[in-house]
């Protein structure tokens, strides 16, 4: 056995830590190896709720590897894998210095055939566009306002009640046709078709507005069949407008290019469907809510004029008496005027009667002198003009005297 008792020894030796030794190989790990691209089966998957890390191995018939792949990175994947999963990783190998547990950090994930799946897709895409068929349909030959809506989707996925319970809510006088289609898996692609078909020879003797083709998210592979070629070409040529609501927001197939609108989830097709109606709803409403405010001005301008007019309004009573008042009021006027006309005429009658005064014969005879009056009643102004024995009457200021003319 060896003697480690020896002080000389002892002092020659570098005597490190468990953490510094699994340091050591840390970072001896990251220096001797780039990121790596591993392929294997998914096994012993966890997923820590509060953190959001996935623990997991993966495994080939010779071997099994630890990987962790945190949350900020795993949280961008459009799937969650499964125990049995065949999968590509890219990571980085570590030691975790805290159990000197070896493992795979992983930073990308993809699912086997992922990448040949992706190129088919890119090709057949360049393809399609090359050839124009994205440019077929547009978003101008939707109808703003839908009255009927068939869909095309699985019977009993959770597409066909998101869709269904959106119309409802949005626009309830659509009426909705379900042409129930596989959507996953082998013949799914024939299937859409024929529903799209059935769909195309009712729309002949019934009119359909538009065609939701919908379902919900999954895996590339899940999502194939709205990739098929056949199906797309018989989209580009269809008779009806579509929106195309495949998968969730990230997730892009063909028929998205093909179809009139691609929506981003089958909810988000529905909203499209009924979005005219709610903006006919929105108007109304609007119409409705300027009317009451028009109304309400009006009578409040009326309000307001029916209170100055009652204001303004007097009683017949109070009338009488401002019409007595004016009465009164004339009455005194006329009175103040008849007066003074009075008092002047009046005093016109005093001056004539002064007048009348001086010039009265009684006041004339009064001074001493007499009248004389012819037997026919006339004065004598000129004594030439009677004759001898003319009988004639004088008056004086008292009496009368009776003569007759004897020369």
Known sequence: MEDYSDQTISDQREILSVSEV??????????????LWVVGEISNFREYGTSGHWYFSIKDPGSVLNCT???????????????????????????????????????????????????????????????GLFEKKNV??????????????????????DVIS?????????????????????????????????????HKRN?????ILCRGGGSIEDLWSFNDEMLCRYLADYDIPVISGVGHETDFTLTDFIANVRAATPTAAAEIVSEGASKLNE???????????????KINQMSERLITLQRLLRSPKQRLQEQYLRLDSNLLELNAKIGALLAKKANSFKVLKE????????????????????SDGKIVSDAKLLKKDDLLETRLAKGKLKSKVIS
């Open 22 to 35: 699994n340091q050591t190989a840390n970072d001896f790990l990251n220096e001797a190896f780039p990121p």
């Open 69 to 131: 792949m945190f949350r900020l990175q795993n949280i961008n994947l459009r799937f969650k894998p499964k125990e049995g999963d065949q999968v590509i990783l890219q990571g980085k190998l570590s030691i975790y210095k805290k159990t000197g547990r070896y493992q795979m950090i992983a930073s990308k994930m993809e699912l086997a055939g992922f990448g040949e799946l992706m190129r088919r897709y890119e090709q057949l895409k360049n393809k399609l566009s090359t050839e």
């Open 140 to 161: 101008e030959q939707v109808p703003e306002i839908i009255n009927r809506v068939a869909v095309v989707t699985s019977a009993h996925g959770a597409a066909i009640k």
């Open 166 to 202: 959106t119309l409802q809510r949005r626009s309830p006088h659509v009426e909705v046709l379900v042409a129930p289609t596989k959507v996953q898996g082998d013949g799914s692609a024939e299937s859409i078709q024929e529903s799209l078909n059935k769909i195309s020879n009712y």
């Open 207 to 211: 009119t359909v507005d538009v065609v």
């Open 283 to 297: 108007y109304f409403k609007f119409l409705n809510q300027s009317l009451i405010k028009e109304v309400k001005q």
């Open 355 to 374: 007048k009348l005064s001086v010039i009265n014969p009684e006041q004339i005879l009064g001074r001493g002198y007499s009248i004389t009056f012819t």
